[in-house]
C-alpha cells in the first residue's frame, strides 16, 4: 500500500465548529483526492489537487475548503460543520489523472 | 454532470457460482476504469482496471469487460469464494474532474457457502 496517512482516524464534533482532516502521503504523488463515502452513495468526490496550490472542486464540494501547501500534506475543512456532513472520508493519491487512486484508511466524522 | 451506474446495488451469490457487476459511464472521454473491492472497516483497493484501448482483461478468476461503443463496462468474478464477499465499485475518469475517478454507488456481494 502507498504510504498515505489520514489523522485523525475518529472525530466526534458539534454543529457550527469547523473541522480540519490531514491527509499525508509518502509516495510523492503529485494527485490527490478527497472523498466521502455514504451508505447509497458510494464514493464522491469533494474536491482534488493536481500539485502544490493547484486544487479544484469535485461534485460535493458545498461547506469543504481545502488547502495543498506542500506535495505530501491536503487539508480538508469543514468550515462550520452540519450533521449531513457525518460520513466517512477517504483521502487517495495517485501518480497521474486517470490512473489508480491508493486510497488511506479514512477518517470517520460524527457531527453532532 | 459525471456520472457511473452501477448495476446490482446488491447480489447474492452461492459458493462456485459466477458474479457479474455492470457500470455505464456519461462521459465519452473516459478512458481508464478500474474496480475497486472494499472489506467491511476497510479501504478500497484496486482488483482490476482496464484502459480505453482493451477490449478485455484477466487476472485470475476476475476479468472485466469494456464496450466503449454503448459506455458501459462488466467485472466477471468467476468460482466465487466465501472470501469476495465485499462491496465492490466501478469508477471512470472525467476530463471535467482533472481526471480524477468518479465512482458508482457500489454493489455489495454476498457469496454463501
Known amino acids: 500500500d502507498a504510504g498515505i496517512t489520514q489523522s485523525p482516524r475518529h472525530k466526534v464534533t458539534e454543529t457550527g465548529t469547523p473541522v480540519t482532516l490531514r491527509c499525508h502521503q509518502t509516495?510523492?504523488?503529485?494527485?490527490m483526492y478527497w472523498y466521502r463515502q455514504d451508505p447509497g452513495h458510494g464514493l464522491r468526490l469533494i474536491h482534488y489537487?493536481?500539485?502544490?496550490?493547484?486544487?479544484d472542486k469535485g461534485e460535493v464540494s458545498d461547506g469543504y475548503s481545502v488547502s495543498r501547501s506542500k506535495t505530501e500534506d491536503f487539508l480538508l475543512t469543514l468550515e462550520s460543520a452540519t450533521s449531513s456532513q457525518t460520513s466517512v472520508y477517504f483521502c487517495?493519491?495517485?501518480?497521474?489523472?486517470?490512473?489508480?487512486?491508493?486510497f488511506g484508511q479514512g477518517t470517520r466524522l460524527t457531527v453532532v | 454532470g459525471e456520472n457511473v451506474e452501477q448495476h446490482p446495488s446488491t447480489l447474492s451469490v452461492q459458493e462456485g457460482d459466477s458474479a457479474v457487476i455492470k457500470c455505464t459511464y456519461s462521459?465519452?472521454?473516459?478512458?481508464?476504469f478500474p474496480w475497486y473491492k472494499q472489506e467491511l472497516g476497510k479501504r478500497p483497493q484496486l482488483i482490476i482496471d482496464?484502459?480505453?484501448?482493451?477490449g478485455e482483461k484477466k487476472d485470475q478468476r476476475i476479468a472485466v469487460t469494456l464496450n466503449k461503443t454503448a459506455k458501459h463496462f462488466s467485472l466477471h468474478i468467476t468460482e466465487t469464494q466465501p472470501e469476495d464477499s465485499a462491496v465492490y465499485f466501478c469508477?471512470?475518469?472525467?476530463?471535467?474532474?482533472?481526471?480524477?475517478?468518479?465512482f458508482g454507488k457500489g454493489t455489495t456481494l454476498s457469496v454463501s457457502s
Open positions: 462521459d465519452s472521454a473516459s478512458n481508464y
Open positions: 469508477a471512470a475518469t472525467f476530463n471535467q474532474a482533472g481526471t480524477a475517478l468518479i
Open positions: 487517495a493519491t495517485g501518480v497521474g489523472g486517470g490512473t489508480e487512486a491508493f
Open positions: 482496464i484502459r480505453s484501448n482493451v
Open positions: 509516495e510523492n504523488h503529485r494527485y
Open positions: 489537487s493536481y500539485g502544490v496550490k493547484d486544487t
